[in-house]
């Protein structure tokens, strides 16, 4: 249960660090665009690997083994922890991450960056987080 809790105070973290430069409108008033984008980026990157981590050991002490993002967010639908309706954006989630990794093109790092600024990301990590919160492990 320790581990879980730890790994659940991560993704709160990495949470409201996400919301934080996606929400404030002061970032673009005060750094470059290029900045902006990096710490945006991996913010959205600590935020996704700190959530799936999470799940994996939310279903660990359900007894459930998973050791992919994709895999784990499937359970936590099976388990009805969040609705089929985020199965699509999770899917678009896992995407965006793993083509952010590779990327060295500022023209393909300004698309992604427009993309993970989508409300619904942030919404869906909300809701994430927001249903582990409810649910016993």
């Known amino acids: 249960m320790e581990k879980y809790s730890r790994a659940y105070e991560r993704f709160k973290k990495a949470y409201r660090k996400f919301k934080e430069v ?19 980026s ?7 690997e700190s959530m799936w981590k999470t799940i994996r050991e939310f279903l660990r002490l359900r007894g459930i083994e998973r050791n992919s993002p994709k895999s784990c967010f499937r359970e936590l639908i099976k388990e ?6 985020y199965e ?8 965006l991450r793993n083509t ?3 990327v060295y ?3 393909q790092a300004k698309e ?3 993309k993970i600024r989508a409300k619904e990301i942030l919404k869906t990590f909300e809701n994430i987080l927001n249903s582990l ?3 016993k492990p």
């Open 22 to 40: 996606i929400d404030n409108p002061l970032f673009s008033e005060l750094f470059k665009e290029e900045f902006i984008i990096e710490i945006t």
């Open 88 to 95: 699509r954006i999770l899917s678009d989630i896992i995407l």
């Open 42 to 48: 991996k913010r959205f990157e600590y935020t996704y």
């Open 105 to 107: 093109d500022e023209k």
């Open 100 to 102: 952010l990794v590779h």
């Open 80 to 85: 009805g922890v969040i609705s089929i309706e």
């Open 112 to 114: 992604i960056y427009q």
């Open 133 to 135: 919160e409810k649910e």
